[in-house]
């Protein structure tokens, strides 16, 4: 199993931009699928975005197309998250999350979350 470890949450003003970085040890990090949830206070967790095992292809929320881009390094084995053109809307606990597939993507392990906060 991966065990994940997710930095770089924070408070931003409306417009601006963080990156999140998630941490994974485990030696088969690269032959999993990877991606991001989250929840904002009061709703149901979400998809934000995916990425595949080799980094050759990703998938978005429609609500963060556009602004936000994950990538991953598999020498650092870490994945990242990109999140530029922040709303308050995209305020929420970000989950960093493992997936042996990608096509039908189901977290195997989560992340403990961080916290971003888009003020207005």
């Known amino acids: 199993q991966v065990q994940l470890v997710e930095s770089g949450g924070g408070l931003v003003q409306s417009g601006g931009s963080l990156r999140l970085s998630c941490a994974a040890s485990?030696?088969?990090?690269?032959?999993?699928?990877m991606g991001w949830f989250r929840q904002a206070p009061g709703k149901e967790r979400e998809f934000v975005a995916a990425i595949n095992w080799n980094g050759g292809s990703s998938v978005y929320a429609d609500s963060v197309k556009g602004r936000f881009t994950i990538s991953r390094d598999k020498a650092k084995n870490t994945v990242y998250l990109q999140m530029n053109s922040l709303k308050p809307e995209d305020t929420a606990v970000y989950y960093c999350t493992a997936s042996r597939t990608y096509s039908d993507y189901r977290p195997a392990s989560w992340g403990q979350g961080t916290q971003v906060t888009v003020s207005s």
């Open positions: 485990g030696r088969t990090f690269n032959t999993y699928a």
